[in-house]
């Protein structure tokens, strides 16, 4: 586990980091050591052996002699990887049983006393199989098989207090049940972060393939019709996919399935939109925006149809969305021994932030919340963050308004969640269902300077709200344990008694969730990932997203440890494999929750590389292997 480690208040200026970040490396290669070694040892210089048997990890190894020495003095170690310094996992030897294939490694240097395995073909990010696979039966937890309900809006924060406007919400849903404290996103932009709840798998297994197309900016949103380069934000969302989400698995296990409003952003979308009676794959009812907005939007419908609605009051998306959930839940009720699972995803708080007309005139006195992060340049961010020139008077102004209108957008969606709780109490049914309310990510304000948006690692951008009512769970708890969006999928289908599918990073939470089980054996750390989409502004205006926010990242909270940190290495988006990061941060959350004072310098070379080994692993990870 990585140690504890103080905040010093200390601005670290680096000379090689004022244009772009590039951290030097003292050694780049060394020379090959074979000579300590036994001869029935083949070495392999410049690679490191993935996918071996038996692991075992040592820090602080001054060579590759030594990382030899230590694999023939180890019981049943026939090969061995030794990182020497300079590289991503500096001075680490890596014991095998049995080697794994080979792959390039700058600097690495690899031996094997017993047949190495050929280099199969470059990896790609895996598909799930064109069939579903056959489902074990099992048994769902509570002895009988739950409706769920999710409702889910777009780019809510919890650190301007966006619940604070969500009384009925708190009420309905919070105090009958539990709010978390610490759910993340592991993607903090729409389209990617959508695509991971309906997976249930992370970024790093759902991002298009190297090439080309994969270093574009400014790409991955365009609207149903135009060509889409980079995907749907740099995620492949291909029918495959579609065919093998959380929705299509609890269809095939009894369940009528329902969903309304948001779902993908347009690229995703398009293969539906055209009115060529496409349906879209797993739901039996289906009301999808083709673009997302507040008014005047076409929708597919379930047999593949588009359906336009105007601009009156009555056509107010949150409202379409709230009253077609209502009506599904209606329905299903008069046959209660089908379960059912429903999800209601709004436009709101999303900008243009268009209160419904009713509630354009509410809280007249409310301003944007000023945390410490607003307008702070903070000490020792990736430059180009650090350098934004401070907000002006009218800038900061305008946000108040911003403000104010995500937060009357939100009373609309409080209405819905209002008639969706109050149905469900007509129909008798609250004490079989379970409701999950959550937003795709968060969203900031003027925090170290940006504009409206999101797409950092940051508290304000990976931290979204998670409210959980249900039968078994604790009225008014707040679970602490490190969880998110990815977390959703394998979840709902534990509910059902489904399997987790092999391909699924994420885990279930009932275990934590219903039966009150300690932390102690839950993940310590979950990760946050995104790949630059917009390109650096030509008129030198304010960065809110560019080439070199790319990174990996993971957020840590080990109760046993007390550990309660973010740690992010940042590279360009052009770097697909992360062989050349450019930047670290690491925050102590209970020392700088406002993620303020970049600590990383002044952390232990040792407890870095600790860092770096448990992130590159996380990182990646596939399925069963991922914590």
Not at 420 to 448: M, P, Q, R, W
Not at 559 to 580: C, G, R
């Amino acid at each position: 586990k990585p140690q504890q480690v103080p905040i010093i208040n200390m601005l670290y200026i680096h000379a090689l980091t004022l244009c772009c970040g590039l951290l030097a490396s003292t050694e780049r290669s060394v020379a090959k050591e074979d000579s300590a070694c036994p001869s029935n040892f083949i070495f392999l210089n410049g690679s490191g052996l993935s996918g071996g048997a038996g692991n075992d990890t040592l820090t602080g190894i001054l060579s590759a002699a030594d990382c030899c020495a230590h694999c023939t003095a180890a019981p049943n170690c026939s090969a061995f990887t030794y990182h020497p310094a300079g590289g991503h996992s500096a001075r680490v030897c890596s014991l095998w049983t049995l080697p794994g294939q080979p792959h390039h490694s700058d600097g690495a240097i690899s031996a094997s006393s017993v047949p190495i395995p050929g280099p199969g073909p470059a990896p790609s990010p895996p598909t799930p199989p064109a069939t579903l696979p056959p489902i074990p039966p099992v048994h769902p937890p509570l002895g009988f098989k739950p409706n769920i309900v999710l409702i889910m809006t777009d780019d809510q924060d919890v650190e301007l207090d966006s619940l604070d406007a969500m009384p009925k919400l708190r009420s309905l849903v919070g105090n009958v049940g539990a709010t978390h404290r610490h759910w993340y996103v592991n993607t903090p932009v729409c389209c990617p972060s959508r695509t991971e709840t309906l997976s249930g798998r992370y970024h790093h297994n759902l991002r298009d393939a190297p090439g080309p197309e994969w270093s574009l900016s400014g790409c991955g949103d365009e609207p149903v019709g135009h060509s889409h380069p980079c995907g749907c934000m740099r995620v492949n969302t291909s029918r495959v996919f579609e065919e093998h989400h959380y929705g299509d698995y609890l269809r095939s296990s009894g369940y009528r399935t329902g969903y309304f409003g948001k779902y993908l952003n347009p690229p995703a979308m398009d293969p539906y939109c055209h009115n060529k009676s496409t349906k879209v794959p797993g739901w039996d009812e289906f009301y999808g925006m083709c673009i997302t907005a507040y008014y005047d939007v076409p929708w597919v419908t379930s047999e593949g149809n588009i359906e336009k609605t105007g601009s009156a009051p009555e056509e107010y998306t949150t409202s379409i969305i709230g009253n077609k959930t209502v009506d599904f839940i209606r329905r299903a009720a008069l046959n209660p021994t089908v379960p059912f699972f429903v999800s209601a995803a709004t436009r709101a708080p999303h900008e243009p932030q268009t209160p419904a007309p009713w509630y354009e005139s509410a809280f007249p006195e409310v301003k944007n919340l000023v945390t410490p992060a607003f307008n702070a340049t903070g000490m020792g961010h990736v430059p180009w963050l650090q350098n934004q020139r401070p907000l002006s008077v009218s800038e900061a102004a305008s946000y108040d308004k911003v403000f104010a209108d995500r937060w009357r957008t939100l009373l609309s969606v409080d209405d819905l969640v209002e008639a969706v709780v109050h149905e469900l109490a007509d129909a008798n049914l609250l004490s079989k269902t379970f409701i999950f309310y959550t937003s795709d990510h968060g969203f900031h304000l003027g925090h170290l300077r940006l504009g409206p948006g999101k797409s950092h690692f940051y508290e304000f951008d990976s931290r979204v709200p998670m409210l959980i009512s249900g039968p078994g769970i604790s009225a008014g708890s707040t679970p602490t344990f490190a969880a998110g969006n990815v977390d959703l999928a394998p979840t709902f289908l534990a509910l059902a008694g489904v399997t987790k599918p092999l391909q699924m990073d994420g885990r279930s939470i009932l275990p934590v969730l219903l039966q009150n089980k300690t932390t102690e054996r839950w993940r310590t750390m979950y990760p946050i990932e995104y790949s630059g989409l917009l390109g650096w502004p030509k008129d030198g205006g304010r960065i809110n997203d560019c080439p070199n926010n790319t990174y990996r990242s993971m957020r840590i909270l080990d109760p046993s440890t007390k550990e309660n940190a973010i740690f992010s290495e940042y590279t360009t988006v052009s770097d697909y494999s992360y062989d050349e990061p450019n930047y670290h941060e690491f925050y102590d959350i209970d020392q700088d929750p406002y993620q303020l004072n970049n600590t990383w310098e002044s952390i232990p070379v040792e407890t870095q590389q600790v860092l770096l080994h448990q992130l590159e692993a996380l990182w990646g990870c596939r399925g069963e292997t991922c914590p």
